[in-house]
């Protein structure tokens, strides 16, 4: 009953009785969650010593190829990952996000480090740049892996793409991998690194998982390890003021909580293809794992001459949302996490509604298919409207559930404000296909945000959505979004990497791939 963690090349149950995972439909006891007695630094040990040296012995595109192995070790069994996403509330469309999107994830990063990297564990990244007059004096730089480990600290929303976009880059750049997933889906995380490791694909060493807390992991680590959190902006402010961050200079990149925005352009009345386009992708963000995604749209803004036909057409959607059981026939949205994060929801729906209204679904009941509503973490989609847009709570509260929040704008000036509210978001996307409109509000914008996407009738066919990061751009975001940058291609494996600028002669700067 007790979720083991893979230490050392080997499966350890912790000790205790453990932190109980309640299944996010039924409440049964899916597993218990325990740390306690586990050997961390032995943990560290083993990954420093026999994760480096094995990781270390692969040139890039070697590495790709183990990755490679594994991901598709994943895509073979990946019907258990959907089996098990379903009992944290996941239906398959929800899965499909989590499990086939980090194992496209790991695809890409294969295929990039196949392409994109040298044959062989250095990268030459430029040109010598001549530093004296007669030749003899260059400088150039190298990117080298350094001698530590990536420690990879995951949210419970997506417990493989989670894990998978991490891994990825850091096993490219050669670096061993600690996972801790989050508590509540722990157990869906440990069955993906259990396909990986019976499928032999990565060298031993290159990936531990920690089911539970890691107290004193922090203690063990230095500059040359890095540190990747997903999570809560609280969170990442208490890791990253840690002395392993502060004092010894660990790589620490967070990807934390955003209040994401999407913006409605004056040009997409209603009849229009794109005023369609933004009520359904509102809806979709609204309703894909249940909202529990950290890019998804939690303030929309739109023209104020607008609001009303807005609001109608996305009330009207969103009476179509059957929610329930994955399993349930006709069920297009699944249940939250877990009771307590339903609590911590309507909590940040109370305050949301305190500026404004709520014009479509009641937090507090909701019809289920195939489920208990209360036994389940069952919430119906919950759509806002503030129309006080000078309101705080819009802004600042992150509902991470189906809660989206309506607002009018007036202008282009006070809608650049509007954004810059968020204090830095994930993704942002501007529906419209009025090009001066799209590029002002771009432009205003892109300073907030990691990722912007514009939506339009002629780029909707192909577009992959407003919330889904892909692994070839940057995912992260400035500010309250964390300040960090995942995914962006072969960006995040340099990330990993250390960076020197050599001195030197022409000869030795020529051979120092060789
Ligand atoms: P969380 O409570 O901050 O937890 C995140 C992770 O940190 C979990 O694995 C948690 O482990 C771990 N953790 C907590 N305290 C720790 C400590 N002292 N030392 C080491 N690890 C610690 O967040 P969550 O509830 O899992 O996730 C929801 C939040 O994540 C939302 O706010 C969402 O917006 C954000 N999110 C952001 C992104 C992104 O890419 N930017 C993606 C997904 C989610 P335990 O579970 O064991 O406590």
Redesign the pocket.
Known sequence: MTLRSYLEGAWHTGAGEGVPVADAVTGETVTRVTSEGLDLAAAVAYARRTGLAALGELTFPQRAAALKAAALALQERRQELYELSARAGATRRDAAVDVDGGIGTALVYAGLGRKGLPDHTLIVEDDPVPLGKGGTFAGRHILTTPRGISVQ??????PVW?MLEKLAPALLAGLPTIV?????TAYIAAHAVRIIEESGALPPGAIQLVA???PGLFDLLGGQDHIG???????AA??RSDPAVTRRSARFNA????LNCSVLGPDAVPGQPEFDLFADALVTEMTVKAGQK?TAIRRAFVPASLIDAVSEAVAARLAQVVVGAPDAAGVTMGALVGLQQREDVRAAVARLASAGSIVSGDPDKVEVAGADAERGAFLSPLLLRVDDVARQEPHEV?A?GPVSTLMPYGGIAELGELIARGEGS?AGSVVSSDGDFVRQVVLGAAAHHGRILVLDRDSAGESTGHGIPMPQLV??GPGR??GGQEEGGLRAVYAHLQRTALQGGPAFLDSISQ
């Not at 600290?153 to 997506?158: E, K």
């Not at 801790?180 to 509540?184: F, S």
């Open positions: 600290i995951n949210a419970f929303n997506f989670g801790k997933p989050a508590t509540p539970g807390g890691v959190f997903t999570g809560s902006a609280d969170t208490r890791l990807e934390a909580d955003s950290c992150e991470f994930l995912h992260g979004a964390g």
